[in-house]
T-cell receptor, first 115, second 115 residues
């Protein structure tokens, strides 16, 4: 049972345009969400996160939106650059003492930004 | 500040053998987590150690074990290797004191191939 899903395995975007990556979750006990970017042969790199008490968090070109009622979050990259081409993972974590640092990951979306 | 360091980067083992992977967290980080990445199952949580104690464990058989030393360095061991254990094994660290709002920082992984 996949508790975190990224339904689009791949996304292709023109350089300079907006990239929107989506993520859905089923467990309402998740209340902290993170996005990671992964290049081949490297580990995931943290991008941005959001707590459930917020509906938006922005960091430079990256913005994450959270819709708790829909159990949906999205990552917006504006403007997209060729160097953004990578696999993007969303992840969710229970925010209580027992959960520690256990993250549940989505399956990833491969973003290709064309020059 | 040095990142998370995993050794070795690549490993080839035979079915039935055992293997030990090593992880050095970012200096000052006390939590170390291990994840397995495979094409079919994505990124899955193995276990987390905090202050030399296992804090959480994922849904993996007892052949997968780990430990953490007093300097926060961690090792994971897989005994009686099976072909399905072929994967990228990722280690991640975070400070995780009282606040859980600290993202995980991943190493570049150990690519294990079981033949």
């Amino acid at each position: 049972d996949q508790q975190v899903k990224q339904n689009s395995p791949s996304l292709s975007v023109q350089e300079g345009r907006i990239s929107i990556l989506n993520c859905d979750y089923t467990n309402s006990m998740f209340d902290y969400f993170l996005w990671y970017k992964k290049y081949p042969a490297e580990g995931p790199t943290f991008l941005i996160s959001i707590s459930s008490i917020k509906d938006k968090n922005e960091d430079g070109r990256f913005t994450v939106f959270l819709n708790k009622s829909a159990k949906h979050l999205s990552l917006h990259i504006v403007p997209s650059q060729p160097g953004d081409s990578a696999v993007y993972f969303c992840a969710a974590r229970f925010m209580n003492n027992n959960a520690g640092n256990m993250l549940t990951f989505g399956g990833g979306t491969r973003l290709m930004v064309k020059p | 500040k040095a990142g998370v360091t995993q050794t070795p980067r690549y490993l080839i083992k035979t079915r039935g053998q055992q293997v030990t992977l090593s992880c050095s967290p970012i200096s000052g980080h006390r939590s170390v987590s291990w994840y397995q990445q495979t094409p079919g199952q994505g990124l899955q949580f193995l276990f987390e150690y905090f202050s030399e104690t296992q804090r959480n464990k994922g849904n993996f058989p007892g052949r997968f074990s780990g430990r953490q030393f007093s300097n926060s360095r961690s090792e994971m061991n897989v005994s009686t290797l099976e072909l399905g254990d072929s994967a990228l094994y990722l280690c991640a660290s975070s400070f995780t004191g009282i606040s859980y709002n600290s993202p995980l920082h991943f190493g570049n992984g150990t690519r294990l191939t079981v033949t």
